[in-house]
Nanobody
């Protein structure tokens, strides 16, 4: 059974940082691309970032480029999202998602339950 469990969210002041983690199980982690997607209160889903299966290729939404960094660790089946210089508009539930293939070209077929990041002074 595929499982994706996010953690690391919380309340943080603008300008500070958070590091989100997503522990994956139930599939061959190193074979699939992984993404982070977020949903702000009252809004739709917004793609944030993707990392390919090997970790050598990453992509970001314009809204987070230069502030967020996605990475993955195959030794502990975990994908991370380092979020720096946080803004109130980054407040959202952040979901980890598995792709159907080794790159962003494939859709997302499994999602975690999410972790809330709340940016406020």
């Amino acid at each position: 059974e595929v499982q994706l469990v996010e953690s690391g969210g919380g309340l943080v002041q603008p300008g500070r940082s958070l590091r989100l983690s997503c522990v994956a199980s139930g599939f061959t982690f190193s074979s699939y691309a992984m993404s982070w997607v977020r949903q702000a209160p009252g809004k739709g889903l917004e793609w944030v970032s993707t990392i390919n299966s090997g970790g050598g290729s990453t992509s970001y939404a314009d809204s987070v480029k230069g502030r967020f960094t996605i990475s993955r660790d195959r030794t502990n089946n975990t994908v991370y999202l380092q979020m720096n210089s946080l803004k109130p508009e980054d407040t959202a539930v952040y979901y980890c998602a598995k792709h159907t293939g080794d790159s962003r070209a494939g859709g997302m077929d499994y999602w975690g339950k999410g972790t809330l990041a709340f940016v406020s002074s």
